[in-house]
């Protein structure tokens, strides 16, 4: 399963978690890469531009899950997104939305720190911040962001723009919902709890800034179809595997008409049309459910029918 996952998606997955057991095994010792790694408040002493880029790899290891539900949607919906995409445009769509996720934050962050400051001395101005933050910059490494969240989250918004009437499962939901539905309440979720819930140590804002981030990238690549985004691309890799199988029995159409042998016995065209229009409606269905829901979903049946299929 593991070598089916294309490149960028596998790196990335082999890299967080890497990243994860390097943090624990250091955190035992004594040494927290976030301090380093994480992205700091920029008006604070340990801030540096790098860590827009090295807090995505980082998760926290006082609970598995933060790393397990980032991976696990990352792989369910990375996959897909870049076998439309490719693993240039994927990679490049993935790293620039986890800066920009971090750049929300950043920005969430400043108009705290103003509320903060303001309400203990309304007298200090906007332009004044900064001057403050440089005296307590020290105290403003406790504010560090870390995860690959906000990527992530532009990547389950790619998926919902590229397939946004496509069927998804989700637990604990007893039926499918449209993945453009699945978004936006993601999104709307992600909302409420920014706006209702502060100090959960979550960066909410973070999460819609990747998701922001990627719906204007998006966006822009549709309006200019030079960049290689188009509605119909996601199709197209799903059609891929038919196309296959189309054209290794080019040959066996020709022959249609001719009698086969078959169990020892001659088959008329009727019955041999029959049979072939059977198998190829079985190896259509198994095709439509890999669109739908992917490989893994196949029984141990329907795989070996999809491999015996492919090798005729």
Known sequence: MFRNIPTITKNLLIINFLVFIATWVLQMRGINLANVGGLHFFMASDFHLFQFVTYMFLHSTQSIAHIFFNMFALWMFG???????????????????????????????????????????PSISFSEL????????????GWTTIGASGAVYAILLAFGMIFPNERIFIFPLPIPIKAKWFVCGYAA?????AMSSSG???????????MLFGFLMIRYWNKHPGSGYNRSGGQEFFDR??????????????????HTERGGMKEDDMNYNARKKQNQDEIDAILDKIRK????????????????????
């Open 79 to 121: 996959v897909v997104v870049e076998n439309v995409w490719g693993p240039r445009k994927f990679l490049f769509y993935y790293i620039s939305c986890g800066i920009g996720a971090g750049l929300m934050q950043e920005l969430v962050q400043l108009f705290d720190f103003y509320f903060r400051i303001s309400a203990q001395d």
């Open 130 to 141: 900064f001057m403050v933050g440089q005296q307590l910059s020290q105290q403003l490494n």
């Open 241 to 258: 595997l038919k196309r296959n199988f189309e054209q290794r029995r080019g040959n066996a159409g020709n022959s249609a008409n001719m």
């Open 189 to 193: 979720i992600e909302l409420f709890s």
């Open 293 to 312: 829901s992917g490989y893994d979903s196949l029984t141990k049946e329907e795989k070996q029918r999809l491999f015996d299929a492919s090798r005729n």
């Open 200 to 210: 959960d140590g979550v960066a909410h804002m973070a999460h819609l800034g990747g």
